[in-house]
């Protein structure tokens, strides 16, 4: 699982099976300094996620598993927003203003 | 699975149902000599642990949801099943 922060939205009319009525954003994964981590990309929402908001993702099968029906074709998932994240480096509030 | 070194946590109001009541903590991957590798990620804590420890992820989602027993649809991929005593390396690399 990792941090990530919502940066847009994806609209797609055609879609697979299990797909339909899925809210899909766009996100870059972020590390707990909340700074960048890897490649932008399109993960389903499961908890009302939006846009700007810092959140937290799984990847690959278990994705999958966070949507009802659970059998859809998708390898990342946003299951939580995030309030604050404690770390030693420092404490950080979501919401504040950041890039 | 993984070796790590938990360094904080994140709190989440709104999330999915199966994280309710779960500790989710942020995890620092190391080697075999505790020296930080990668970048960090999430994990839900099984065995109460606190910032500094060194802990075991287990990083496949099968094996988390035998041991979560909450039955079979469980987007838990990362979980914290132990906390590291110690880490014997042979060939005299040891770290306590």
């Known amino acids: 699982m990792y941090l990530g922060q919502v940066i847009g939205t994806v609209v797609a009319t055609q879609k697979a099976e299990g797909l339909e009525g899925k809210k899909l954003l766009l996100v870059r994964p972020l590390d707990h300094r909340l700074q960048p981590n890897g490649d932008d990309h399109v993960a389903v929402d499961t908890v009302r996620a939006g846009s700007g908001d810092l959140v937290y993702l799984v990847g690959s099968r278990e994705a999958a598993l966070a949507l009802d029906p659970w059998f859809v074709p998708v390898d990342a998932a946003i299951v939580g927003v995030v309030d604050d994240v404690n770390a030693a480096v420092a404490k950080i509030e979501a919401g504040a203003s950041r890039p | ?96």
């Open chain 2, 1 to 96: 699975m993984m070796l790590g070194r938990v360094e904080g946590n994140v709190v989440a109001t709104a999330h999915h149902p199966a994280f309710d009541g779960r500790k989710l903590l942020i995890v620092q991957p190391l080697d075999e000599t505790r020296r930080p590798v990668g970048t960090s990620i999430l994990a839900v804590d099984m065995v109460q642990a606190g910032v500094g420890d060194v802990v075991l992820v287990n990083r496949e989602g099968n094996g988390n949801r035998q041991l979560l027993k909450m039955g079979p649809i469980v987007p838990i991929r990362s979980l914290i099943v132990a906390i590291v005593d110690r880490v014997d390396v042979d060939g005299g690399g040891a770290s306590a």
